[in-house]
């Protein structure tokens, strides 16, 4: 089985990219063959800024080491380190009908909202369909908003297919388990956009501050309460070990207890649960050329064998 998944890098990684996406990414690395990309050439439609792209993309690649992404298992590169798969974006943009496209939301969205869309946008699932297919992906794990390119790059691999040969492997979707939404500090559910994320790599001192801001609600402390629901138990429960989760759970339903000590305890498990990723993290960022090896080495794999893929489609469909 070949697992494949790319990520976007366009900002710091909070604790709900992390338990709802990364942590469920990096846990496929075992499968027979996985590649994993910072997405760069995605994000270029919507980050505008040189050095904040190129900030970014290296960022994330440190992230998702610093988080357990283990290079020598998987094969880890930047996006755009691999022309073939531009190449190949091409080959199979020239089989799209423009109505499928059309149907995407990330294009129909803007479009909805008025805002003016350019062609990256609106040729964004052909691009990611190359990702895919370079690679001979059997597997993608995506959230669950990736679901309909997932289904693109499989009719397009099927078309294409069909008109020339056997050429692709069809893939699959993997869908992430999403079902516990990670709340973020006001009980909503954690998002950039609501600003109320608590981040991975946080500073341990202000993400201390955040937690102790978390808002609860104001029920006398000497009443016993129901853990479940509770967003600062459910936050508790992604950090601490079994056995602290089940004392907690038995100080909420004895009750006598302040918010205070739960932030406290919070933020303690926080800082054991992510300490040694961000360890790894600072001695990754202080090696950032080590970093560079990693990804340089990685395209050079990926290269390998999108190169082939690529050869097999060209010859496919008469470019030889
Ligand atoms: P944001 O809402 O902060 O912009 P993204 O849309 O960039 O986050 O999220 C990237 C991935 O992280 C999503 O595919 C989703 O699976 C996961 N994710 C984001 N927020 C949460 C959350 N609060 N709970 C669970 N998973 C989440
Ligand atoms: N579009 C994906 C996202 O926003 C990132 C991505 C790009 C991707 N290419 C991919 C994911 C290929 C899976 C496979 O999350």
Redesign the pocket.
Known sequence: MRV?????PTGRPHWGNYFGAIRQYIDLQDEDESYYFV?NL?ALTTVRDARLLAGYTLDAAIDLVALGLDPNRATLFVQSDVPEVSELCWLLLTGTPMGLLERCHAYKDKKAKGLNADAGLFTYPVL?AA??LAYDADI?P??DD?IQ?IEVARDLAQSFNHHFGQTFTLPKAKILDSSAKVPGTDGEKMSKSYNNTLEIFEDSKAQRKKIMRIMTDSRPMEEPKEPTGDHLFQLYSLVATPDEIASMAALYQRGGFGYGEVKKALADAAERYFGLARERRAELASQPDKVREILADGASRARKKAGQVLARAKQACGLT
Not at 4 to 8: A, D, E, M, R, V
């Open positions: 494949l998944s790319g990520i976007q997405a995605h990611m990702d895919i993608v995506v959230g990736q390119h």
